[in-house]
């Protein structure tokens, strides 16, 4: 199973990006939705997520409310960030994941798509 992320590039700051994840497995089968970053020297962090049943409960880091939403299309099978206000320290590698549910939980991650904050 392969993510497929899209939509990063190079953007000024208090500029805005929307990422997008392509995830070819059924959504009654995830129970985490998320899209994580890592800048460079940096740990990976999660930034927003989607869980539960319905993917509706949403947890983002404090430093980003208000910024940064987290949405799943599910006619489109995908999981999108729209990122607003984007600052300097915004960049970085942005990945998608998703999380299947149950006993036999397995893990995916997209390939990474670069997000730079630079004027």
């Known amino acids: 199973v392969q993510l497929q992320a899209s939509g990063g590039g190079l953007v000024q700051p208090g500029g805005s990006l929307r990422l997008s994840c392509a995830v070819p497995?059924?959504?009654?089968?995830?129970?985490?939705m998320a899209w994580q970053r890592q800048a460079p020297g940096k740990q990976r962090e999660t930034v927003p997520s989607?869980?539960?049943?319905?993917?509706?409960?949403?947890s983002y880091l404090d430093s980003l409310q208000g910024r940064f939403t987290i949405s799943k299309n599910d006619a489109k099978q995908t999981v999108d960030l729209q990122m607003n206000s984007l600052k300097p320290e915004d960049t970085a590698v942005y990945y998608c994941?998703?999380?299947?549910?149950?006993?036999?939980?397995?893990?995916?991650w997209g390939q990474g798509t670069l997000v730079t904050v630079s004027s």
């Open positions: 994941y998703v999380q299947t549910a149950g006993p036999s939980s397995v893990s995916y």
């Open positions: 989607l869980s539960g049943l319905t993917l509706q409960a949403t």
């Open positions: 497995i059924s959504f009654y089968s995830i129970n985490v």
